[in-house]
């Protein structure tokens, strides 16, 4: 597809409330019992977020020619676990924050016990899709596939693991491959999955075409972190929707702390330049993707 940036960002907008459909969809009604908990279900998900992750499902099917009925239930999965991930990290025995999106955490708007509760059920609800969805792919060994992938990169191989190693790195010094290896499960392995479970939808992939968009996941997942932890330095609260400064204060390494912030520039930079150049095997139709990249290291929330 020949895009703009104008074109650019109305995907982006219609991307978004396709995937905000589909979770209200598949979310339990907040007047069902147990209300609290599905009160808080739908207070986390559907709050404003940028849903990079079904963003990047929807843009990678699209890139693959793929109608996106086939992927919209990968793409509410995936919301889904992000969402849990944020609720449990925003816990008093985690980060214990505030201010998520821009509003009260899960925790404070309702309280501990319902918020942990609320991420169990989420992360339950994703499983749930992914084997339930009629309009997903009809080819079960892909869909098994899709299983097999979330639940293993969000798990502690993934997601959950590099949570576990940015809780023990508090007050350490890591080293900058410690730190790349953090980045790549906590935020990479959510994200390079995104990807992947839309590959899967496709029945036609070659391995070449499968391996560039592995590869440009994988460096986009780390570029987003990367101008994550820039914008913990260069952001503001009001427009991160989360407390600006908060790894600073908590001690936590990121990379301007261990290579400073031009360094950390560069390194965003070189990651959209090698993110660019996997998806070099594509012509016009994978135009969105990289738009995409350009979009993390150029975001300011
Ligand atoms: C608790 C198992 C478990 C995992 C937590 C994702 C995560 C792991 C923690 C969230 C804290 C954090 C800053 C993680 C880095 C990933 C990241 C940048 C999350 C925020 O994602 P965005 O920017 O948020 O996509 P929105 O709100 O736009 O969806």
Request: with cysteine.
């Amino acid at each position: 597809m020949k895009i703009d940036s104008k074109k650019f960002e109305s995907l982006l907008k219609e991307y978004q409330l396709r995937v905000e459909q589909t979770l209200d969809r598949w979310l339990p009604d907040a007047q069902v019992n147990p209300i609290e908990l599905h009160q808080a279900m739908r207070y986390s998900v559907m709050a404003p977020g940028k849903r990079v992750r079904p963003i990047l499902v929807y843009a990678t099917a699209s890139a693959l020619g793929l109608d996106l009925k086939l992927v919209d239930g990968a793409a509410a999965a995936v919301e889904i676990i992000h969402a849990y991930s944020l609720i449990h990290d925003d816990l008093p025995a985690m980060d214990d924050d505030d201010l998520r999106r821009g509003r009260p955490t899960c925790h404070r708007k309702f309280n501990e016990a319902t918020a942990i509760l609320a991420g169990d059920a989420l992360q339950a609800l994703a499983f749930y899709i992914l084997s339930h969805d009629a309009d997903m792919t009809s080819n079960s060994d892909s869909r098994l596939q899709m299983i097999e992938k979330l639940s293993l990169f969000s798990g502690s191989r993934g997601m959950a693991g590099g949570q576990a190693i940015d809780l023990a790195s508090v007050g350490k010094t890591l080293n900058i491959a410690e730190l790349e290896t953090m980045h790549i499960h906590k935020t990479g392995a959510l994200i390079r999955t995104s990807i992947r479970l839309s590959a899967l939808s496709s029945q036609q992939l070659d391995a070449d075409q499968f391996k560039a968009l592995d590869s440009y996941a994988k460096y986009v997942g780390l570029s987003f972190q990367v101008q994550d932890d820039i914008l913990d330095v260069i952001g503001d609260t009001n427009t991160l929707g989360k407390p600006q400064g908060s790894d600073i204060e908590r001690n936590k390494p990121t990379y301007p702390s261990v290579i400073g912030l031009n360094a950390s520039r560069e390194i965003a930079l070189e990651l959209h330049h090698n993110a660019l150049e996997a998806l070099s095997i594509f012509g016009e139709e994978a135009e969105i993707l990289r738009y995409i990249s350009t979009w993390f290291v150029e975001r300011t929330h």
